[in-house]
């Protein structure tokens, strides 16, 4: 964190000093009883209706308290705490926010999609980093919650900022792009998921659209080009340049002669008029779908296309995510409990049709969470695109899995189909079965630590 003297908090944002001194800086800022309480010279957003732990903050001094409590209690402070009164603590973070965000003039990248957010996320801060000091959020953690460590983790040795927006809600990518404000927007793609707080397919677009006014004036929107349900979302509104990323003629950064090799994807890059082959870690169309994104964001925050090209190559894919490991009797494991959605799962499915094709195909599927009244729907889905591919074992975990098993069945397979309430049990019957030529996907929500233990236990470690 850049740091500010409290004298300078206390001018901001018109408070009132209650106690202590104001002859010192902050270097650290959290929200009271959200963020834990961990270092020194910490500023702190404290509510009215929070209980204050005097003695742990005074222990961690000097620290700065803003709050809107009354000043009877705001009196109780010790002597290694600074104490400011404001009016309102809404009012003060945002300003708060506000001010700090403007004080960096760097690109700071915002990413959404149901799917590759993450993992495109990390592309581009992997090949950033070789050039920048670059501040981002870690791994999958996108909550609102985390934006105010997030910002405040850029100081003046930042050359870049690159921040994945999490979507439980309507409302929650408008509220982080208020407080990252970002000069270049990404979303990969618009599947299906969260819609049990946004309602149904069409609230979940229109909660992922959020990005397209939160980007700033005449920043960067980038796009997959070829997705359909991206299309449906207006961008008359934006007053910036669109990039579309994609396979398809008209797209600005368009891939073409993609191939499965060497434990990734290559493809021919089409910008303009030039052409670039690309090599990137990691199996699927779907990659190339990230490696697309992550460059063209490269290329509008100043680094050139071929760094990007060249850097791409020593890119470490992300642990579960299609993870390929020898597992028991040699067999093949394809760990992807990540996470699981609907696109996830059927871009699962692509891989192990090219990967698989030669071997014996065991699917491990568990339970697709959040998906609100569309439950059924959507596990039928997936039930049909599995029941139209050749495979050899169908393994369900889960209540809401049974689904799957069902309208397997229903639809017609040669496929051995087996329905468990959990793991348990499960390994005895794939036992048997794994060898050299059986390849095993594994695929289940992140929260369930039982399905992520089991692809654990069948891969050799």
């Keep these: 964190m850049q740091h500010i003297s409290v004298s300078d908090i206390r001018k901001l944002l018109q408070g009132e000093l209650i106690s202590g001194s104001e002859n010192w ?14 270092q020194s010279h910490t500023l702190m957003f404290v509510s009215k209706n929070d209980e204050i732990n005097w003695q742990e903050i005074n222990r961690m001094g000097p620290s700065l308290v803003l709050s809107n409590k009354s000043t009877t209690e705001l009196k109780n402070a010790l002597e290694n705490t600074t104490v400011i009164q404001v009016k309102s603590i809404v009012q003060a973070y945002w300003k708060f926010m506000e001010y700090y965000r403007g004080l960096f003039q760097i690109p700071v990248v915002a990413l959404t999609g149901t799917c590759g957010k993450t993992t495109t996320k990390e592309m581009i801060k992997h090949i950033a ?34 921040f994945e927006l999490g979507l439980g809600n ?13 000069t270049i927007g990404i979303i990969t793609n618009i599947g299906v998921h969260h819609l049990d707080g946004c309602r149904n397919l069409e609230g979940y677009i229109k909660a992922k659209a959020e990005i397209v006014d939160g980007i700033r004036d005449n920043g960067i929107l980038i796009i997959n080009g070829d997705d359909e349900n991206i299309k449906k979302i207006p961008m008359h509104t934006f007053k910036g340049k669109i990039i579309t990323v994609g396979l398809q003629e008209q797209a600005d950064y368009k891939a073409s002669k993609i191939q499965f090799q060497d434990n990734g994807m290559r493809f021919v890059l089409h910008v303009s ?43 470490k894919t ?20 990540w996470t699981n959605n609907p696109t996830s799962v059927e871009a699962a499915l692509k891989v192990i049709d090219t ?17 609100g009244n569309f439950e059924e729907k959507y596990h ?11 495979i050899d074992t169908l393994i369900t975990i889960g209540k809401r899995a049974e689904t799957i098993a069902d309208q397997v069945l229903k639809e017609g397979t040669s496929a051995e189909v087996h329905q468990f309430k959990d793991v348990t049990g499960v390994l005895e019957i794939l036992k048997p079965k794994l060898d050299q030529d059986t390849i095993v996907l594994i695929k289940g929500p992140m929260s369930s630590r039982s ?9 050799n470690r």
């Design 129 to 162: 980093s070789k050039e920048w000091n670059v501040q981002a959020s870690i791994s999958s953690k996108n909550e609102p919650r985390q934006s105010l460590p997030y910002l405040t983790g850029i100081d003046d040795t930042t050359k870049a900022a690159i």
């Design 451 to 459: 399905m992520i233990e089991f692809a654990n236990n069948l891969k």
């Design 380 to 390: 039928r889905e997936i039930g049909s695109l599995v029941a139209q591919r050749k």
């Design 170 to 182: 309507t409302g929650n990518i408008k509220h982080q792009c208020m407080i990252y404000q970002p």
């Design 318 to 337: 992300m642990a579960r995510h299609l993870e390929f490991s020898t597992g028991i009797g040699d067999s093949t494991i394809v760990d992807d409990t």
């Design 355 to 371: 990967i698989g094709k030669d071997k014996k195909v065991i699917l491990i599927l568990g339970d697709i969470k959040r998906l």
């Design 273 to 315: 008029d030039a052409k670039y082959n690309v090599f990137v870690p990691g199996y699927g169309e779907h990659q190339v779908y990230n490696a697309l994104a992550a460059i063209a964001a490269i290329k509008e925050m100043g680094l050139s296309i071929r760094h990007a090209i060249s850097s791409l190559r020593s890119f």
């Design 25 to 38: 800086s902050v270097k650290h800022a959290i929200y009271y009883n959200r963020h834990d309480l961990t």
